[in-house]
């Protein structure tokens, strides 16, 4: 093991030497330097220059336009809509459109929980199941008035004027009406009383 030692302190003498002899200063060659990398020029600094904006239209509807107007011969242009449809917008967009249908608040508002039925858990759950009760008697007679407008239709529709497909999907319509009105007068029974009781 001492054999190598000095050979190794030779070798890091040698490295040393060698950096220090090597010219480290010395200004490179232009011969040893690329011409490409001779001949390129420092790279602009970037520099945020705001865009100028395009002008605003002046008027929008009746078509005056600022000096970018559109020309409709131009490809691409965008298309200019006809004056009765934006005189038709702007009235809706005051008066409202004539076609809504009005307003109508629920006559049968949502009975909401009392502070007792809050603050006790199984109270509340009765509240809720009272609730669904509720809402399972509004289908129920729902749908029963509009299985009896349902079958009036029809029978208007059997004495003319009425297509068979249009019979027939009219006849679709109320079987699956009675059958989704059938399936949850059997899965709660006391709704039939109720039933019962409203037609009354």
């Known amino acids: 093991m001492k054999g190598w030692l000095p050979g190794l302190g030779l070798l890091a003498a040698g490295a040393l030497a060698l950096v220090v002899a090597w010219p480290s200063s010395a200004p ?12 390129a020029q420092p790279a602009p600094a ?19 336009v600022a000096a970018a107007d559109y020309r409709g011969d131009e490809k691409g242009a965008a298309p ?6 934006v005189a038709s ?15 109508v608040r629920s006559s049968n508002l949502r009975e909401p929980p009392t502070a007792q039925e ?15 009760q509720q809402v399972y008697a509004s289908f129920v007679a729902a749908a029963s008035g509009r299985i009896t407008e349902l079958e009036g239709l029809i029978q208007q529709g059997e004495q ?23 399936q949850l007068l059997a899965q709660q029974p006391g709704l039939a009383g109720e039933e019962s009781a409203a037609q009354e």
Do not use: C, F
């Open 28 to 39: 490179e060659s232009p011969e040893l330097v690329p011409q490409a990398v001779q001949d």
């Open 80 to 85: 200019v809509p006809p004056s009765a449809a």
């Open 89 to 103: 917008l702007r009235e809706s967009m005051r008066n409202g459109d004539p076609r809504t249908p009005p307003l």
């Open 46 to 64: 970037y520099t945020n220059k705001p865009q100028a904006a395009a002008p605003m239209p002046e008027v929008i509807g009746e078509r005056a």
């Open 118 to 132: 809050l603050a006790d858990p199984s109270l509340y759950q009765q509240y809720e199941q009272r609730q669904k």
């Open 160 to 182: 003319g004027g009425v297509t068979p497909e249009q019979l027939e999907e009219g006849r679709r319509k109320l079987e699956a009406l009675r059958q989704q009105r059938d």
